[in-house]
């Protein structure tokens, strides 16, 4: 049972911006994709964002233009650049990492809380 680590999560005011960033341990070629799903109390499960080992990436409708995904190889870790920030913005954050065959791992989640 494998936990990725997480962090970068708080509270801001509506328009600010706050960066997410999630570690992963082991062979960079084993790695499919690494992302973030968030989720609300009472709210679905949204696939957030995420970044194949091809360099690819997909945002959610409702975060493109101001989430931005990257990653830093030498450290095996992915970063979520949030900017604009809305209250609807508002949830856990689970960063997710997808093997080349097929298996997932999570992180703890962190908090993001954006006030108006």
């Known amino acids: 049972q494998v936990q990725l680590v997480e962090s970068g999560g708080g509270l801001v005011q509506a328009g600010g911006s706050l960066r997410l960033s999630c570690a992963a341990s082991?062979?960079?070629?084993?790695?499919?994709?690494m992302g973030w799903y968030r989720q609300a109390p009472g709210m679905q499960r949204e696939l957030v964002a995420a970044?194949?080992?091809?360099?690819?990436?997909n945002y959610a409708d409702s975060v493109k233009g101001r989430f931005t995904i990257s990653r830093d190889g030498a450290k095996n870790t992915v970063y979520l650049q949030m900017n604009s920030l809305k209250p609807e913005d508002t949830a856990v954050y689970y960063c997710?990492?997808?093997?080349?065959?097929?298996?997932?791992?999570w992180g703890q989640g962190t908090q993001v809380t954006v006030s108006s």
């Open positions: 997710f990492k997808e093997s080349i065959i097929g298996s997932l791992d």
């Open positions: 082991g062979s960079i070629f084993s790695i499919n994709a």
């Open positions: 970044i194949t080992r091809r360099g690819t990436t």
